[in-house]
């Protein structure tokens, strides 16, 4: 398994999206599909698209911290 963080690429403020998600999936495709099933007013083609949404896969080293907050409420 693997850990995927996803973000909308658009600089176009919407409410009542989801801005990003972390995925814990096997590969890339499955991490955009888990996000498209979650997907609210932002459609879930966002997250399957390539150029509207970025999927890098994260790794579990590092420093300790918060890896997404990202709040939207219209």
Excluded at 28 to 42: F, G, P, T, V
Excluded at 61 to 74: I, K, Q, T, Y
Aim: glycine share 6%; charged share 30%.
């Amino acid at each position: 398994m693997h850990l995927y963080l996803l973000r909308r690429i658009s600089d176009v403020p919407m409410y009542d999206v989801f801005n990003g998600h972390i995925v814990r999936a096997e590969d890339e495709q499955s991490a955009r599909l888990m996000a498209a099933k979650r997907a609210a007013d932002e459609g879930a083609t966002v997250w399957i698209d390539e150029k509207q949404s970025e999927c890098r896969e994260i790794t579990v080293d590092g420093e300790p911290g918060v890896l997404l907050s990202d709040f939207n409420a219209g």
